[in-house]
């Protein structure tokens, strides 16, 4: 990246993302180590540790899918030992996804054990329409109201919205992350950062975001990584953020955990491993090994 002029993050961060991804694997491996414990020896406070936060992300759209095989789907998740999970709103009209969003509820109980994510679909007036309808859940967050780079809307709405709001996904670099805390109104002790480190460049884009953090008086667990993959379960448990995202049952056999890793409470804990422990992952592995 030495030349590269700035600007532009997009496709190209994906892809250093994904090289930066792969020589962190090695790195580890040659230190025959957990990449999460890799990381906190070389950049964290040398204290790390193996169980983390985790929520699993489902609950999409589609043709035929009601409220009964959304509950189902919730359902497995708490199954596996989840107690928070997210699903997705803005696919349907206001008063559906509120029945939708009440049909979740009565699985995982409370509020507080549910994100929901708009996925950056609405303007300003939907985002303030769905957050009025929104408050008296108390949910753990509500995801992506608007554009991602449209910290005004973010603004407005923090402003507005008493609970917890999460964004950041879709901001791949320091630059941006920046942008969002200096202007979109981001309380920081309230709301959720979500950086995907395979999308922004890597792990050496994610310490610079880190460090940036830092200086506007931001704690490192106040991220929540998007993605729900190993890279970002490694940074979390060695950086000390916040906890991760998941995908038990979709993008497999990418998403998950490792084959032996343990779910409780929301909590999971790693099996031993070296690396990312992508090799831990049996479906996974094999289908590389085919490939």
């Given at each position: 990246m030495h030349n590269e002029k700035p600007g532009g993050h997009g496709e190209r961060s994906t892809a250093v993302g994904t090289l930066d991804m792969a020589v962190w694997d090695l790195v580890s491996k040659i230190e025959q180590k957990p990449l999460y414990k890799v990381l906190a020896d070389k950049?964290?406070?040398k204290q790390c540790?193996?169980?983390?936060?985790?929520?699993?992300?489902g609950g999409y759209y589609y043709p035929g899918k009601?409220?009964?095989?959304?509950q189902q789907e919730m359902q497995s998740y708490v199954d596996q030992g989840f107690t928070t999970v997210k699903m997705k709103i803005g696919g349907a009209r206001l008063?559906?996804?509120?029945?939708?969003?009440?049909?979740?509820?009565?699985?995982?109980?409370?509020?507080?054990?549910l994100c929901v994510d708009a996925?950056?679909?609405?303007?300003?007036?939907?985002a303030l329409s769905y957050a009025k309808a929104l408050e008296p859940y108390g949910l753990k967050w509500y995801e992506e109201a608007g554009d991602p780079l449209d910290y005004e809307l973010n603004a407005k709405l923090c402003a507005q919205?008493?609970?917890?709001?999460?964004?950041?996904?879709?901001?791949?670099?320091?630059?941006?992350?920046?942008n969002l805390i200096r202007y979109g109104g981001m309380r920081k002790e309230k709301d959720w950062l979500q950086f995907d480190c395979s999308l922004s460049y890597g792990l050496v884009e994610y310490?610079?975001?880190?460090?940036?953090?830092?200086?506007?008086?931001?704690s490192p667990t106040r991220i929540i990584p998007h993605g729900g993959?190993?890279?970002?379960?490694n940074i979390a448990a060695g950086l000390n953020l916040g906890g991760n995202e998941i995908y038990p049952n979709l993008f497999q056999p990418f998403g998950g955990f490792p084959d032996d890793a343990v779910v409780e409470n929301s909590f999971v804990t790693f099996p031993k491993f070296v690396g990312l422990g992508l090799e831990s992952k049996k479906k996974l592995r094999d289908l590389l090994h085919k490939l």
């Open positions: 950049y964290g406070n540790t193996n169980k983390i936060f985790v929520y699993a992300a009601d409220i009964s095989m959304l008063e559906d996804d509120l029945k939708r969003i009440e049909s979740v509820l009565k699985i995982v109980g409370k509020g507080s054990n996925n950056g679909r609405f303007d300003l007036a939907t919205y008493p609970h917890a709001v999460a964004t950041g996904e879709n901001l791949f670099s320091m630059q941006d992350a920046r310490l610079r975001t880190l460090d940036m953090m830092q200086e506007y008086g931001w993959h190993q890279l970002s379960c």
